[in-house]
């Protein structure tokens, strides 16, 4: 074992156990999202509303072996991290036959926020970033070795990608791109188009279950693609937001390295190795800009495709000899990741002003076991079995599922809202005339179509969700007595 690959091996395991501690022992819950995942994982299925199945079962055998806890879900997140970097690794030293340069790209991932932040929340994009980059790694050995291994398993690890999110088919016009300019000679190879229908099987389970649900997944992506939306109107607003937050979630420090990298890939685009870590990140962005000026884009929707791209600003930086210039705007980046994993050490610091709790992103992920001991007590008051919990939100509904104990599950009832998973299971009218009590957790009032679905109102209270000393949330919840019926709207938003 070499040098830099037992020091790249040291530093990476200690990592993966300081954010093992972070889960354990840092006071934040899971977020809506995670939940959500995780609640997917108790109705396995071939696919689901808005992803597709493998969050579902990864967390079904993790939490198989660690329980439902906030660990049993995020063991998934911090080991796909720990991979992560060493892809990095023997992918860098695949490329550029420099074990110095392998361990510096290895350890240069740590100051993106995008990567540390999948390495602890386990959301659909942690698993599509790891067989992005085992895909983007095995399809370059295949086009440099030819073996047919190497084509079976980019296959194989493209599949798992589109079974983690849909985004992984950005990956097909990427290499074709890259064939065309570079080796056109692999059209003609019968193993190019034996990965693909390898890749391609894994589809299947996706494609079999909506056509059983209507399609309603391929119409949840349009939606969120804008392909709908009709009008011609230029949302200059988005497009800055979207800019704005890819240089955010890539670290406002780096961002001069990322723009040097951009800049001298374009210059050395005629070199295989340089073209094939700058055009993932180029091609995404610019098809997530183009829909920006339809519709707002998330933060997280590019960042997979920028996997390639940050080895190759690890290059730049390395072969330019701009460490040492770089010094402090790493430091810099690696404070603010800290000071993002741990934001009240700002109060500590009497640094408030600077992220205020009411604009703070954490503040999604606290409060939700408070709210979950709440509903529990209120239960108990009841003295009955005969109860359901529900909400008008997919994020509330799948909180209380894993925080109010003993699981049970809980429902998202529409009131006028765009389908989500809670449509395709069983509803609360299946409780119907049964003398059921129910359990209304929402952000606003009692609409008078949930109060006129049951005999009567027991009991109105609420919870206050306070992060660094400041309520940031407050829920309502009502206790119900005796549901009858209740009227929900049809469908028509994805």
Known sequence: MSKYLKLALVFHISIFFVRILYVLFRDIDLS????QYWLWSKHLDLSYYSKPPLIAYMNFISTSIFGDTELGIRINAVIIGFFLALITFYFTKYLFKDEKLAFFSSIFIYLIPAYDIASILFLTDTPLVLF???????????????????????????GLGFLAKYSMVFFFPIALIFLFIFNRNTFKNKWFYISIFIAFLFTLPVIIWNIQNNFVSFK???????????????????????????????????????VYALIKGFKERKKAEIFYLWIPAIFVFIVFLLISLKKRVYVNWPVFAYFSFYILTAFYIYKKKLLKIGTLLFALSGLSIIILFYTPILDKLHLTKLL????????????????????????KSLNTDKYFIFSDSYQVASELAFYVKPFKQTYCINLGRRMNQFDLWKGINQFKN??????????????????????????????????????????HIYILKDFKYLKQPSIYSF
Do not use: C, M
């Open 32 to 35: 809506p999202e995670e939940a």
């Open 220 to 258: 949840h992506v349009e939606t969120l693609a804008g392909v709908n939306k009709t009008t011609s109107t230029l949302h200059l607003n988005y497009i800055g937001d979207y800019i704005l937050g890819q240089i955010g979630f890539n670290s406002v420090f780096l961002f001069p390295f990322f």
């Open 434 to 475: 049964k003398n059921y009590y129910g359990i209304y957790v929402t952000y606003g009032g009692l609409p008078k179509r949930v109060e006129d679905a049951f005999k009567s109102v027991v009991k109105k209270t609420y919870y206050s969700i306070v992060y660094r000393g400041k309520e940031v949330y407050r829920l």
């Open 132 to 158: 992005w980059g085992l895909t983007t790694f095995y399809f370059f050995k295949a086009y440099k070795e030819d073996k047919p291994i190497y084509w079976i398993l980019t296959g194989i690890f493209a």
């Open 356 to 379: 205020p709790p009411e604009k703070d992103p954490t503040k999604r992920i606290v409060g939700w076991e408070g709210l979950g001991k709440k509903v529990e007590n209120e239960i």
